[in-house]
């Protein structure tokens, strides 16, 4: 199979931390905040016939010793906004931007400045200087942003007569070390031999067509350098200013170029080349950290862009590309997978909640303002919410978040709109949820398998899941380490419900791989379809799974065909998540673990001959030798509880579902059940158990109610983002 060649370009790599930018309010370097007036007399060229690229803002193709180049297009006499700083020779001290105006001579080549500009005195104090001059950028406010990005990609005709590219906004920089002189108590700062060059570099693009059917592209997104929220600041430790941005994820720092007029492709066909300007270049900004990122064609019909698709595994556009007019080849092929480096399930799994309150108009509960229901509900005392800071209106709401499989359908789903434009949002379907969660959540006792016993659990299987909304079926392997300790079944599933084991014990899973031939043997035996087998090992995808109080942590990592992982225990050798947070800034082999949290809801159960139809919630019972926090040895004294772990006991994870379509061809609506603690322990005193109220003088476990949520299960409504197009974390990551 060919390999994909999408772009050389990227963003600044997730180490790049907010931390090291600078502030949203210049300060002062020295205490005194004394200024001198300085004489400046400047002059920079704006033509460098050693690069393949000349800098300017307005182009127009030219040749220079033989080669193909796009020359400076300035008029004399004109004016150019700039801004000015200086800094010492060392960095410790600079000034100010100041805002000046370039004239323009020498056949629009030359750019000069002559005047007065205030600087800090502490920056002149020393005869050596560093100069910089900007063009590009805003002239007033704070901070100095991009002036302007271009909304088209040029047309750049690869031979033959070639057409000017007007109005296309570049930045550009010019550096120089200069001498400081004084004379009458004055100081003048003289430099004739600035260049200035383009912040950031111009890709020319060829597209190639490698698929079997003619393809229409109206235009290119560029991922990530510098694609939005550049600036000019400073680093950490520097005062001298650069160009910068904070946005460097090349999921969410997303710009699209539109073509001139949309290409139409015929199968194996070529056409270039469409320009598209990428800002940033590693480590020019002085952080000495790598931008990445990746550009990717944009398709006149939507659902190509699953089914074809062009490689996008972020990659590093090198410093000695800067102001060059680089060359790439986005290469379009078909789909052999649903997964690839940066479309992997977590990345397309961007949910929001289903709301719907009595009386009232549907809704989609995003980002910080989310359901925070009262859970756990713990027999005999109050209701608390378990989430803090969440608004009252979505807090123990047994009404607008839950729902039975016949209070909602999918098609109300794909035609919600949010100030007139679709959300594009769509409900899982089962093998969906089963291509992110971790499998066997439900065991024949109500307890995660991985936790069953205290010693190292290991599996292997061939399972079929959806993801991207495409069936396929690989090879998973799955592994946790041994649990210190011999403890009791019931006090082994109250540490895991409480999140004390999982962080130190977590699942680890290394999932779609290609099958061995007696595998391939065995799933066939099984019923499974063969077709839908992954034919190597370029889907694989790494999980870290660990259970919290009220939510499933999962980290995810991009491995593909790496000898050096075999099995899920090679992620935990091998280091693959490390320490791994939520802050998506770790990487392995180049590729980027993701973390996301889903929150856990426990469903309502219902039945009309029961308090009138009144809706249960899940009660957590516990002794009384183990409220407020006493320790767990009070119910267990013959237990050895490693040291490790929490001695206390508190409220743990409760019944967890939501509603699922049962396929991608069947719309119907159906209660899943993510995750449920063991019921009834089958000890004297019932310790930690999850009942649902039935009467007055009695209470029963869910496996005690009729399983129909038809009728009696109301499950909250989780709906996931356009698989085309995950641009958004979830909420609580």
Excluded at 215 to 233: D, F, M, Q, R, V
Excluded at 248 to 260: A, C
Aim: glycine content about 8%.
């Amino acid at each position: 199979m060919k390999k994909i060649l999408l772009l050389l370009a990227t963003m600044l790599a997730f180490t790049a931390c907010q931390r090291d930018a600078q502030p949203s309010i210049p300060e002062p370097d020295d205490a005194s905040g004394e200024t001198r007036q300085v004489a400046l007399d400047l002059e920079g060229d704006v033509s460098d016939p050693l690069d393949e690229f000349a800098r300017a803002l307005e182009l127009e193709p030219g040749t220079s010793g033989g080669r193909s180049t796009l020359a400076p297009k300035f008029t004399d006499g004109e004016e150019v906004n700039a801004l000015f700083a200086v800094s010492s020779q060392d960095g410790t001290r600079g000034s100010d931007l100041t805002p000046i105006k370039l004239k323009v001579s020498g056949g629009g080549k030359k750019l000069s400045f002559k005047g007065d500009v205030l600087v800090r005195a502490s920056v002149v104090a020393n005869p050596q200087v560093r100069l910089s001059v900007f063009i590009g950028f805003s002239t007033d406010g704070w901070p100095k942003t991009l002036e302007a990005y271009p909304t088209t990609a040029p047309h750049y005709a690869e031979t033959g007569p070639r057409t000017a590219i007007k109005d296309f906004p570049i930045a550009l920089q010019a550096k120089a070390e200069a001498s400081v002189e004084t004379s009458d108590n004055k100081k003048f700062c003289k430099e004739k031999a600035m260049k200035f060059r383009i912040i950031g570099s111009l890709i020319r693009c060829k597209i190639t067509n490698d698929t079997e059917q003619s393809l229409t592209i109206t235009g290119l997104e560029l991922h990530g350098l510098g694609a939005t929220g550049l600036k000019l600041a400073h680093p950490k430790d520097s005062r001298e200013f650069f160009a910068t941005s904070d946005d460097t994820s090349p999921e969410f720092s997303i710009r699209t170029y539109m073509l001139p007029s949309a290409l139409t492709l015929q199968s194996k066909a070529s056409a270039g080349s469409y320009i598209v300007y990428a800002p940033l270049v590693s480590k020019e900004d002085g952080r000495d950290q790598d931008y990445e990122g990746y550009i990717r064609p944009v398709f006149s019909d939507p659902t190509l862009q699953a089914k074809y698709l062009a490689e996008e595994t972020s990659k590093v556009f090198p410093q000695d590309k800067a102001g060059k007019l680089a060359l790439t080849t986005i290469l379009i092929r078909k789909s052999t997978s649903p997964i690839r480096p940066n479309a992997i399930p977590l990345q397309y799994w961007n949910y929001s909640m289903y709301y719907k309150p009595q009386g009232g108009s549907a809704s989609v509960i995003t980002g910080t303002v989310r359901p925070g229901i009262l859970f756990p509900f713990i027999e005999g005392e109050p209701y608390r919410p378990f989430w803090r800071n969440v608004p009252t209106a979505f807090v123990r709401d047994s009404v607008g978040l839950f729902f039975r499989a016949n209070d909602v359908s999918h098609d109300q789903i794909k035609n919600l709109e949010l100030n007139g434009k679709k959300l594009n949002l769509h409900i899982p379907t089962i093998e969906e949820v089963a291509g992110i969660f971790p499998p066997d959540l439900i065991a024949t006792n109500n307890h995660p398998v991985y936790y069953q016993s205290t010693a190292p659990y290991s599996s292997e299987r061939t399972e079929t899941v959806e993801v991207a909304g495409q069936r396929f079926a690989g090879k998973s392997s799955f592994w946790r380490g041994s649990i210190n300790g011999t403890l009791p079944e019931d006090l082994l599933n109250i540490l895991v419900g409480q999140g004390n084991l999982s962080h130190r014990h977590p699942i680890y899973a290394l999932r779609f791989g290609k099958p061995t031939t007696a595998e391939v043997q065995a799933y066939k035996a099984a019923g499974g379809d063969e077709s839908l087998l992954v034919k190597d090992n370029k889907s694989r995808v790494a999980y870290m799974y660990v259970f919290e109080l009220g939510r499933l942590r999962i980290h995810s990592c991009y491995i593909g065909e790496n000898s050096e992982i075999n099995t899920a225990q090679d992620l935990e050798t091998k280091q693959v998540f490390r320490n791994a947070s939520g802050d998506d800034l770790l990487k392995f082999n180049g590729h980027k673990v993701v973390g996301r949290f889903f929150l856990l809801y426990g469903p309502t159960y219902t039945d009309p001959n029961v308090e009138g139809g009144k809706p249960q919630f899940p009660v957590v019972t516990r002794s009384s030798e183990l409220r407020y926090g006493k320790p767990l040895k009070g119910a267990y004294p013959s237990a050895s509880l490693p040291a490790e772990y929490d001695q206390n006991a508190r409220a743990i994870t409760g019944p967890s579902g939501l509603l699922c379509r049962k396929s991608s061809t069947d719309n119907s609506l159906v209660g899943h059940w993510i995750v449920r603690t063991k019921e009834n322990y089958g000890v004297s005193e019932k310790v930690f158990s999850y009942v649902y109220k039935t009467g007055s003088t009695t209470t029963a476990y869910i496996k005690d109610l009729p399983q129909d949520g038809t009728r009696y299960f109301s499950f909250p409504l989780c709906l996931f983002s356009d698989i085309a197009s995950p641009s958004a974390t979830i909420p609580g990551n």
